[in-house]
C-alpha cells in the first residue's frame, strides 16, 4: 500500500548527513515535492531519541486512547507532551 492509495502524502524527509544519500536521492525527491530534511552536525543519537519518544507515545497514548478525528489527535498529542 502506498501512501498515495491511503490519501496522504509525505511532504518532508527527515535523514542523516551519510555518504550513502548521493545528491541525486535529494533531486528525485525535490521532483516529487518532498522536502529533505538534513539531521543535525554531531548528532549521531538524534534519530535514536526520536524513535524511543515515539515507541513509548505510541506504547503508553496511542494503543490506549480511542482517537476519533485528527483534531481529537492533536489534541491527545498536546496533553501527552504537557504531561
Not at 551519510?18 to 554531531?42: C, H, M, N, W, Y
Request: charged share 30%; proline share 2%; glycine share 4%.
Amino acid at each position: 500500500m502506498d501512501l498515495e492509495d491511503a490519501g496522504a502524502t509525505a511532504k518532508y524527509l527527515i535523514r542523516d548527513r551519510d555518504a550513502k544519500f548521493p545528491s541525486l536521492f535529494d533531486e528525485i525527491l525535490a521532483q516529487t515535492g518532498i522536502q529533505v530534511l538534513l539531521s543535525g552536525i554531531r548528532v549521531p543519537r538524534m534519530n535514536s531519541v526520536m524513535q524511543r519518544w515515539v515507541k513509548t507515545c505510541r506504547r503508553e497514548l496511542l494503543d490506549r486512547t480511542l482517537i476519533w478525528n485528527q483534531r481529537h489527535l492533536l489534541h491527545a498529542l498536546r496533553e501527552y507532551e504537557t504531561h
